[in-house]
């Protein structure tokens, strides 16, 4: 069985969590977009870790391999790091760690150009559309240009780092030589970012520059990969980081007391993030953007112990494309709230609203950082 997990508002809706509890069913979980903008948090064994390029493999199963695709732009620095950090705690996890001589390098000059020019976006300045702004100029760099004679000068600096990568076992590949090999296996695509941040169907310019919907998976060349389910994660309520349009946002001390009960600052940049309700139109928008099949649900505690939860239920005019989200006038209902997140019957009338709007089925809610935490809500639908 091959699936994705696809963020399904702006990012930051809890795929780590998600994609490292459902792991370790998988032979390989592959990562095929953005690079170290992304920030998955995994709670293990009571500790917090952030991965900014690994997959967000729980490392406890050792047959789960890591796959890092050629439609990412990686800071080999940075993944670096973060291998050796993992070396830690997981000697030997370096060996099963994969990545695409086809993904594109983001040199030191990207992340300078990126804190220059990307301001107005609210970049995480890790260099993300500078790389790929040469990656489509034809004129960026392969990591697999640092394996070909003559060309390592060009990227003067990356060989040691290479070497060193290669000395904790990571190989460097091509996904299209491996088709056999992922063909025989289950593979567990994790998506970065969000489908309203996607360089084609989020809201431009206030967007990241990959591809966060299905199509990424295909474009980094795994079209041969059938997928079984497409799982949308959000919140439900809504966060963004970074500027651009917000349609269901709160301001003032309602915003400040969710962003403090949810503890809302980002895992990569540490940016208070913008909070507001959860938003169905954006919402059903994504899932038909994105290719999601499925939705799950996270932090549900957060909003426990409301007598109602607010949601934008319309916009007034259905959103079809990224301009009407600018003039989208929000349209709020009030639903029935929960006091437990952990009994299912007090959540119906809200998962029913979700499901009812959107097309799709919820598939699990998560309702905190531990594993147990995770609880399927349609056994047939998981
Ligand atoms: P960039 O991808 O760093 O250029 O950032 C572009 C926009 O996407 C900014 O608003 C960022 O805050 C946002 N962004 C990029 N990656 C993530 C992410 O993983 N989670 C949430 N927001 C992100
Ligand atoms: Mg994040």
Not at 97 to 122: C, L, M, P, Q, W
Not at 258 to 275: F, M, Q
Not at 366 to 376: P, R, Y
Request: hydrophobic residues 35%; proline residues 4%.
């Amino acid at each position: 069985m091959n699936i994705a997990v696809l963020g399904a508002m702006w990012g930051d809706e809890g795929k780590g969590h998600i994609t490292h509890h459902l792991s370790r069913n998988f032979d390989w979980v592959i990562r095929f977009n953005g690079g170290a903008n992304a920030g998955h948090t995994i709670y293990r064994d009571g500790k917090k870790f952030v991965h900014n390029l690994l997959p967000s493999v729980d490392f406890r199963y050792p047959d789960v391999n890591s796959y890092l695709g050629s439609g990412m732009v990686i800071d080999l620095e940075k993944l670096r790091d973060e291998v050796m950090e993992a070396e830690k705690t997981y000697p030997g996890v370096g060996k099963r760690i994969y990545v695409d001589k086809d993904a594109f390098i983001v040199e030191r000059k990207h992340k300078e150009e990126d804190k220059s020019t990307n301001g107005h976006i609210g970049s995480t300045n890790r260099g993300i559309g500078p790389a790929y702004k040469d990656k489509i100029g034809r004129s960026g760099k392969r990591i697999g240009d640092l394996f070909t004679e003559g060309k390592p000068d060009l990227i003067t600096g990356y060989s040691d780092v290479l070497l060193d990568l290669i000395g904790k076992g990571v190989t460097f590949t091509h996904a299209l030589a491996w088709q056999d090999v992922f063909n025989a296996s289950s593979l567990l695509f994790e998506g970065a970012q969000g489908v309203l941040l996607d360089i084609n169907h989020g809201i431009y310019p206030y967007v990241s520059c990959s591809d966060a919907t299905i199509g990424g998976i295909i474009a980094s060349g795994f079209a041969f990969a059938k997928l079984d389910k497409v799982y949308g994660v959000a919140k439900c309520y809504t966060t963004k980081v970074g500027e651009g349009p917000f349609p269901s946002e709160l301001q003032g001390a309602e915003a400040e007391e969710l962003r403090k009960i949810g503890n809302e600052y980002g895992a990569t940049t540490g940016r208070p993030r913008r909070v507001g309700w959860l938003d169905l139109p954006a919402l059903r928008y994504a899932c038909r953007k994105g290719g999601i099949t499925h939705l799950i649900l996270t932090k549900m505690d957060i909003l426990s112990g409301r007598d109602v939860v607010p949601v934008v239920h319309s916009y007034g005019k259905e959103p079809v494309c990224p301009d009407d989200f600018c003039s989208a006038k929000p349209q709020y209902m009030d639903v029935l709230g929960w006091s437990d997140c952990r009994d299912f019957a007090q959540m119906d009338r809200f998962i029913n609203e979700v499901e009812y709007a959107t097309g799709c089925y919820v598939a699990y809610v998560s309702c905190g950082t531990s594993e147990s935490d995770i609880l399927a809500w349609e056994p047939e639908a998981a």
